[in-house]
């Protein structure tokens, strides 16, 4: 059972934001201080990647671990309404796998960074994130497949 009311369940959901997130400028400002340029949210490009590393032909999509459902500790299915959450999870969960297949084809190298990498309990130490993504965008390859959250394709 819900712990909260309609109404303040309805103004908790309605102040999560898709763009902009604590994780999302974390990685922001790490590739930034680095020296990558990028731009944000290319409506063109299919899932339309948080950022956009043009010059490298490599996307960034930083994923929160309950609505991408990745299956960590942070990503619990709601008790309540699971005739709800369950067919809009997994449609989110296919509308990713399409994407990423969309954009490996047209020749694009992905990072997806899960939200546990950057908080949480198996969250990596400070800057790790970043030193991992920003030395796979410069060679290309790189241990990113790892459990603390992070994959590069």
């Not at 400070?126 to 790189?142: K, L, M, N, P, R």
């Amino acid at each position: 059972m819900d712990v909260l009311t309609p109404a303040q369940r309805q103004l908790n959901m309605s102040r999560i934001r898709s763009r902009d997130t604590q994780p999302e400028l974390l990685i922001r400002r790490g590739l930034h201080a680095r020296g990558f340029r990028y731009r944000l949210h290319q409506r063109q490009l299919p899932g339309r990647p948080d950022l956009v590393l043009a010059r490298h032909r490599t996307v960034v999509f930083v994923n929160g671990c309950f609505w991408h459902s990745h299956g960590c500790h942070m990503s619990r299915m709601p008790e309540t309404r699971r005739e709800y959450w369950q067919p809009k999870l997994d449609r989110t969960m296919q509308r990713d796998r399409h994407a990423i297949h969309a954009l490996h084809a047209a020749g694009w190298r992905i990072v997806l960074v899960w939200e546990c990498a950057l908080r949480g309990r198996t969250r990596l130490a400070a800057g790790e994130a970043v030193t991992q993504i920003s030395d796979f965008i410069w060679t290309g390859t790189g241990v990113l497949l790892s459990v603390s959250g992070i994959e590069g394709v």
